[in-house]
């Protein structure tokens, strides 16, 4: 059984930082992707960035330039550390591990953690 338990969200000030963390236990493929995703209530969730297991990393553009996405392979863990928050940023935010194996694709996703910009 594959969980993803994130972390760090909260109530911040515009201009300010916070960093995600999620915890993933349960056995996973080792060649995969992790990546956060965004959703606000209404609106289809989006996302935010990915990252391979070889450290290959991708980030809308909304994110580019103060979002950075890390993982640690030993510890199954990925973190988004967000730097200049904007109003715009405030929603629910998933991590999500992914991969492929003999063309069947498997996605599992955190329960969400709450972020919240504030004016």
């Known amino acids: 059984q594959v969980q993803l338990v994130e972390s760090g969200g909260g109530l911040v000030q515009a201009g300010g930082s916070l960093k995600l963390s999620c915890a993933v236990s349960g056995g996973i493929f080792s060649l995969n992707t992790m990546g956060w995703y965004r959703q606000v209530s209404g609106n289809q969730r989006e996302l935010v960035a990915t990252?391979?297991?070889?450290?290959?990393?991708n980030y809308a553009d909304s994110a580019k330039g103060r979002f950075t996405i890390s993982r640690d392979n030993e510890k199954k863990a990925v973190y988004l550390k967000m730097n200049n928050l904007n109003p715009e940023d405030t929603a629910v935010y998933y991590c999500?591990?992914?991969?492929?194996?003999?063309?069947?694709?498997?996605?599992?996703w955190g329960q969400g953690t709450q972020v919240t910009v504030s004016s």
């Open positions: 999500n591990v992914q991969w492929f194996r003999q063309t069947q694709r498997y996605s599992y």
């Open positions: 990252i391979t297991s070889s450290g290959g990393t």
